[in-house]
């Protein structure tokens, strides 16, 4: 099939996409519709954790699709009730909400900050709502997310922007300190920094933004979004610096390609009362019922110990990389890594990638001097190694 004899301009223009149409997906594998294969390194953004098509979520939308699909959120249904009870059992908290997108997630977050700031006044009676939230974070397109994302630019893109999220910066627990007044509530940040370029918050700074959070009855919320879900070797990412939460929230990697996400919080701050949350989707039994499957595996002995194996293999490959073809050097959290390459040859690669033939290669660069890698966290070696091989010839044809 041309690429010409789809109408692609029935959909509505938000992004620049190359003339191709995706038909197929197996494991970390697309086929386009001329049928030419690309090993993929974006995995729908971070989302399929088990690669494109696992056979557990296949067969999950099957059965619970045939059993049920959606009595309302207004019943009980048994996998939201199965996969609330498996996250809570395997974190330190207590409450779940289930959503579909990341933003609504990080809009949920929001409200119960806002809410508990409400019951929990300042000294002088005020209600508590602003959130403390980091440069370069990234939250979400919502008005509220786009607000609390810390993108230049994206505080005036569709303004008036939604108030209260004043910006410090990662890793640096003085300028969190120096935002706090009587109308503070809560921090919330990625534990690793992704769309900003994979940036990882220091574990000794996690540690003593929840020292300063206690010690000034303020929220402290991570946005595991990318992060979370085994992704950086341990099933969240706030686990990395030994710290407790008192909200996370889920998104990409719970669903492995589904729309599916969560906010988790401690007994303590569920102050929800009935009718103030909610979302006709919400919890529904198939996305779930993907969520408990694709949370079955990554709880099987060994998986988080080969994602740490396997981040590892892959940040000694970009290495040698680096020494082979003059680049920075590389960072990350397990197999969410970033390759720095020095100068601003990134969407460079990326093009030239995709077209390498007989096969191309998926990548994304979040910013021009920098490739960011997101493979599916069952990706074998042989692809890891095949993946480098292509990156090679691609810089060796760029040159120094
Ligand atoms: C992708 C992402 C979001 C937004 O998720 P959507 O599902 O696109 O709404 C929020 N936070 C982080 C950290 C993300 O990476």
Same mark, same amino acid.
Request: aromatic share 6%.
């Given at each position: 099939?041309?690429f010409?004899q789809y109408d ?11 003339n ?8 970390m ?8 294969r690309y090993?993929?390194?974006l995995?729908?953004?971070?989302v ?9 979520i ?9 059993k ?8 009980y ?8 009870s498996?996250l ?6 207590d ?7 990341g933003a609504?997630?990080n ?5 119960l900050?806002?809410?508990w ?6 000294a002088?009676?005020e209600n508590r709502?602003e959130?403390?939230t980091f ?8 008005l509220? *997310? ?12 569709f ?5 209260g999220?004043?910006?410090?910066e990662?890793?640096d627990?003085?300028s969190?300190?120096?935002?706090i *007044?009587?109308r503070t509530?809560?921090v919330?940040?990625?534990p690793v920094q992704g769309?900003?370029g994979?940036?990882?918050a220091?574990?000794?700074f996690?540690q003593?933004?929840?020292?300063l959070t206690?010690?000034r009855?303020l929220?402290?919320?991570v946005?595991?979004?990318q992060?979370g879900?085994?992704?950086t ?7 990395l610096?030994g710290?407790?939460?008192?909200i996370m ?5 719970i ?6 996400s969560?906010?988790?919080c ?10 103030e949350?909610g979302?006709t ?7 779930t019922a993907?969520g ?7 709880l ?8 740490k194996?396997?981040?590892?293999y892959?940040r ?20 969410l890594?970033?390759l720095k390459?020095?100068r601003?040859?990134?969407?460079q690669?990326v093009e030239q990638?995709?077209?390498?033939e007989p096969?191309?290669?998926?990548l994304n660069s979040?910013r021009p001097d ?10 074998s070696?042989?692809?890891?190694d ?6 090679s010839?691609v810089?060796?044809k760029?040159?120094?």
């Amino acid at each position: 099939m041309e690429f010409s004899q789809y109408d692609v301009n029935a959909l509505l223009q938000i992004t620049n996409r190359p003339n191709l149409v995706f038909t197929e997906g197996r494991g970390m594998w697309l086929t386009d519709h001329n049928g030419k294969r690309y090993l993929d390194y974006l995995q729908g953004w971070a989302v399929n954790c088990l690669g494109h098509s696992p056979q557990c979520i296949v067969d999950a939308l099957a059965s619970q699709g045939a059993k049920l699909i959606n009595p309302s959120p207004a019943f009980y249904n048994e996998p939201s009730i199965r996969l609330a009870s498996m996250l809570t059992a395997n974190s330190c908290f207590d409450r779940v909400f289930f959503a579909n997108s990341g933003a609504e997630a990080n809009e949920g977050a929001i409200k119960l900050a806002r809410k508990w700031g409400k019951l929990n006044k300042s000294a002088a009676g005020e209600n508590r709502y602003e959130i403390i939230t980091f440069n370069h974070g990234f939250h979400g397109r919502t008005l509220a *997310t786009m607000s609390a994302s810390g993108k230049s630019g994206w505080d005036t893109m569709f303004a008036p922007q939604v108030p209260g999220f004043p910006k410090a910066e990662l890793n640096d627990i003085a300028s969190v300190e120096a935002l706090i *007044t009587d109308r503070t509530v809560a921090v919330m940040l990625e534990p690793v920094q992704g769309e900003s370029g994979v940036i990882p918050a220091q574990p000794e700074f996690m540690q003593a933004l929840r020292a300063l959070t206690k010690q000034r009855n303020l929220l402290l919320i991570v946005d595991e979004v990318q992060a979370g879900m085994g992704r950086t070797g341990e099933l969240f990412a706030y686990q990395l610096s030994g710290i407790e939460p008192d909200i996370m929230t889920l998104g990409k990697g719970i669903g492995g390609g589904v729309p599916l996400s969560a906010m988790l919080c401690r007994e303590e701050i569920a102050v929800f009362e009935a009718g103030e949350q909610g979302g006709t989707y919400n919890g529904n039994p198939v996305m779930t019922a993907v969520g408990a499957a694709v949370l079955d595996e990554l709880l099987k002995p060994g998986f988080l110990q080969s994602v740490k194996d396997t981040g590892a293999y892959l940040r000694a490959e970009l290495l040698k990389l680096c020494d082979r073809h003059g680049l920075e050097g590389e960072r990350g959290e397990g197999l969410l890594r970033a390759l720095k390459l020095g100068r601003d040859i990134g969407p460079q690669i990326v093009e030239q990638a995709r077209n390498l033939e007989p096969v191309g290669l998926l990548l994304n660069s979040p910013r021009p001097d920098l490739l960011r890698f997101m493979p599916a966290l069952n990706v074998s070696r042989d692809e890891i190694d095949q993946m480098i091989a292509m990156l090679s010839a691609v810089l060796d044809k760029i040159g120094r």
